[in-house]
Nanobody, 122 residues
Framework: QVQLAESGGGLVQAGGSLRLSCAAS????????MGWFRQGPGKEREFVAG????????SYVDLVKGRFTISRDNAKNTVYLHMNSLKPEETAVYYC???????????????WGQGTQVTVSS
């Protein structure tokens, strides 16, 4: 089966930036949308950003629009989330996910990563 491995999380001061990476292993995720979800303390897991296979379409939760950028490199089977101007309330475990076809807020992904902790200090 496919495994997704996130990296790039860590501690950052409010207003800082991080780039998360998610590398898929096992097989190429042909025609899979990939995305990022996050779950903060005491919160439900929420969709953050998604990107389709061809990278012709991206989507973001309104709260991160203009600050986060999702991208992918299919040759490397990797998706990225560049996060700018991070806020303390965005402290969460960030999970990479993949789903055949599009992925969005209501999707049930086919594959999940184990998550990477992002902590934004005030």
């Amino acid at each position: 089966q496919v495994q997704l491995a996130e990296s790039g999380g860590g501690l950052v001061q409010a207003g800082g930036s991080l780039r998360l990476s998610c590398a898929a292993s096992g097989r190429t995720l042909w025609n899979y949308g990939m995305g990022w979800f996050r779950q903060g303390p005491g919160k439900e897991r929420e969709f953050v950003a998604g990107i389709n296979w061809s990278a012709s379409r991206t989507s973001y939760v309104d709260l991160v629009k203009g600050r986060f950028t999702i991208s992918r490199d299919n040759a490397k089977n990797t998706v990225y989330l560049h996060m700018n101007s991070l806020k303390p309330e965005e402290t969460a475990v960030y999970y990479c996910a993949a789903k055949f076809g599009p992925i969005g807020p209501t999707s049930t992904p086919d594959y999940w990563g184990q998550g990477t902790q992002v902590t934004v200090s005030s």
